[in-house]
C-alpha cells in the first residue's frame, strides 16, 4: 500500500462513452501525475499538478481531460477514445519540491473497444 | 531530447544466479536516478535512489546500483537473484529541480527468475 489509490481497477469502454479514472493519494503530497503506461513502451508522462494548478501536458489529445480539484484528489475525464488509448493508467503523488520521488497508484486498467 | 535506454528487454536467470541491468541516459548536467520495480499484479514502487555522494547505492531486497558519470549510466545489480524477484524493472532519470523536475523512464526490463 502507498497510499495512492486509483478506481475503477479495471475499464472497458466504447468509443463513444464518457469515463473518468479517479486517483487519491493520503500521503499529504501536493503534486499529482498521470502516466500512460503501454506494452514494451516507457512510461508516458501525461499531465502534472503542482498545489492543483497544472503545469505540464505532454501534448495529450483533447480527448483526454484532467481535473484537479484539490491536492489530494486527480481524475482524468475520457471521451470519444480510440482503440490505441487502451493501455495503463498510473496515477502518481510526491512532496513539494521533491517531484522525482513519486509514489505510484495501482493502475487502471482501460481497454477501449 | 532527454532520453533513458534499458538494453535488456527480456532477461531470464535462474536462482542464484547474479543480475546486472543495463541503463543509459542522455541527459548531460546533474541528475537524480532512479529504479522502480513492478511485481506482478501489483503497483510500480521504488527500488533505489541516487542524489549524490557515493555512487554504489544500496537500495532494498538486496539490489544495489552504480552511478558512472563517464559513462552515463546507472546499472543494477544483484549477487544472487531469487524467484521473487521475478517482476518489470524500469530505470528513470530526473533533472531540474523542485516541482519542475520529470521523470523519464526507460521501457523496461522484465526479469523473470526460474526456480
Known amino acids: 500500500e502507498t497510499g495512492v489509490t486509483q478506481t475503477p481497477r479495471h475499464l472497458v469502454m466504447g468509443m463513444t462513452n464518457k469515463k473518468s479514472l479517479k486517483c487519491e493519494q493520503h500521503l499529504g503530497h501536493n503534486a499529482m501525475y498521470w502516466y500512460k503506461q503501454s506494452a514494451k513502451k516507457p512510461l508516458e508522462l501525461m499531465f502534472v499538478y503542482n498545489f492543483k494548478e497544472q503545469t505540464e501536458n505532454n501534448s495529450v489529445p483533447s480527448r483526454f481531460s484532467p481535473e484537479c480539484p484539490n491536492s489530494s484528489h486527480l481524475f482524468l475525464h475520457l471521451h470519444t477514445l480510440q482503440p490505441e488509448d ?9 512532496r513539494p519540491g521533491q517531484s522525482y520521488e513519486q509514489y505510484f497508484g495501482p493502475g487502471t486498467r482501460l481497454t477501449v473497444t | 531530447a532527454q532520453s533513458v535506454s534499458q538494453h535488456n528487454h527480456h532477461v531470464i536467470l535462474s536462482e542464484a544466479a547474479s543480475l546486472e ?9 546533474t541528475v537524480n536516478l532512479f529504479w522502480y520495480v513492478q511485481y506482478p499484479g501489483q503497483h510500480l514502487q521504488l527500488l533505489l535512489k541516487y542524489f549524490s555522494g ?18 552515463f549510466s546507472f546499472n543494477l545489480r544483484k549477487p544472487s537473484v531469487q524467484w521473487s524477484d ?30
Open chain 1, 86 to 94: 487502451s493501455a495503463l493508467y498510473l496515477c502518481a503523488s510526491s
Open chain 2, 21 to 29: 541491468l543495463g541503463c543509459n541516459y542522455s541527459y548531460g548536467g
Open chain 2, 54 to 71: 557515493d555512487p554504489l547505492v544500496k537500495g532494498i531486497k538486496g539490489f544495489e546500483a552504480e552511478f558512472i558519470k563517464s559513462k
Open chain 2, 86 to 115: 521475478t517482476a518489470e524493472y524500469f530505470c528513470a532519470v530526473t533533472h531540474g529541480s523542485g516541482n519542475t523536475g520529470k521523470l523519464i523512464f526507460g521501457q523496461g526490463t522484465t526479469l523473470q527468475v526460474k526456480p
